[in-house]
């Protein structure tokens, strides 16, 4: 059975994470919610920091939520979110969504948000996702597209950041305009009962500009995703901090505007 075989771009900057920890059930997991039983258990994949993950727990009170991640690292974090709420029905362990070490038909909820952007094999990891999905119980996944993203007022440099991260994103054996390709990967894996949506993140005030504009311009010179921009020769220093320095200055336009797409999955397990 097929390993993970894609490099994660973004890594754990506090850049990063600064991004990850602000994102909620409400704002990153709307489509599944209304689907949500307070007796379920829960798998989420690429759980990371945990805000999410906490944010299920608290709302499947008689059940149980695993939250796994390929990073160890992150886990302590994540352990420590769900501590802080005093959750007891949330645990965290380490996992591959290409083989995850789970019998069949455990989970009444497989949950992936801004995962199959970065696995080798998106259709395997639907795959293993489906098979450890009870029947009658649903696999959610939500992903970003990039290609999608649109901003005002435009800029070169802007222009110039979204070419570089997509090309990153690839050679690291990602694939960044994922939010299209969901549906298409879920029919490929199998599945038959497809709900396909979209939903968006959008930034538009000074307060949100700010602090969007900043954890990109930080991550552009600082994360993991910049040191392998330059390893893997996409980019030099001097190109990064002008990608930088194009973030802060649409931070600061008074009529800037950032959406960001996603595309959203909601597949029913057949109970036959």
């Given at each position: 059975m097929?390993?993970?075989t894609a490099v994660y771009t973004h890594g754990h900057h506090e850049s990063v994470l600064r991004s990850h920890t602000w994102r909620?059930?409400?704002?990153?997991?709307?489509?599944l919610l209304g689907s949500l039983k307070p007796h379920m258990q829960?798998?989420?994949?690429?759980?990371?920091?945990?805000?999410?993950?906490?944010?299920?727990?608290?709302?499947?009170?008689?059940?149980?939520?695993?939250g796994v991640d390929h990073a160890p690292g992150i886990l302590d974090q994540a352990r420590a979110t769900a501590a802080e709420r005093g959750l007891r029905n949330v645990e965290f362990a380490v996992a591959d969504v290409h083989a995850l070490d789970c019998p069949d038909n455990t989970f009444c909820v497989v949950h992936a948000h801004q995962v199959?952007?970065?696995?080798?094999?998106?259709?395997?990891a639907l795959r293993e996702m489906y098979r450890v999905t009870k029947p009658g119980g649903f696999v959610a996944v939500r992903d970003s597209d990039y290609a999608a993203m649109t901003w005002y007022p435009r800029s070169p440099g802007m222009d110039d950041w979204l070419d570089l991260y997509r090309r990153v994103a690839r050679a690291n054996g990602g694939e960044p305009d994922a939010g299209r390709r969901l549906k298409s990967w879920a029919l490929a894996a199998g599945?038959?009962?497809?709900t396909a949506s979209a939903g968006t993140w959008c930034y538009s005030?000074?307060?949100?500009?700010?602090?969007?504009?900043?954890?990109?311009?930080?991550?552009t010179v600082a994360s993991a995703y910049a040191a392998l921009a330059v390893e893997g020769g996409h980019a030099d220093g001097e190109q990064l901090r002008a990608v930088a320095s194009a973030w802060r200055?649409?931070?600061?336009?008074?009529?800037?505007?950032f959406s960001v797409l996603h595309g959203e999955i909601l597949c029913r397990k057949p109970t036959t």
């Open positions: 097929p390993k993970e909620t059930a409400a704002n990153s997991a709307a489509y829960i798998l989420d994949i690429g759980c990371g920091p945990g805000t999410i993950t906490a944010d299920l727990a608290e709302l499947v009170p008689d059940g149980h939520v695993t199959l952007q970065h696995v080798g094999d998106p259709v395997q599945f038959e009962d497809i005030t000074a307060e949100e500009r700010a602090w969007w504009s900043g954890l990109w311009a930080d991550r200055a649409w931070g600061l336009a008074e009529d800037g505007w």
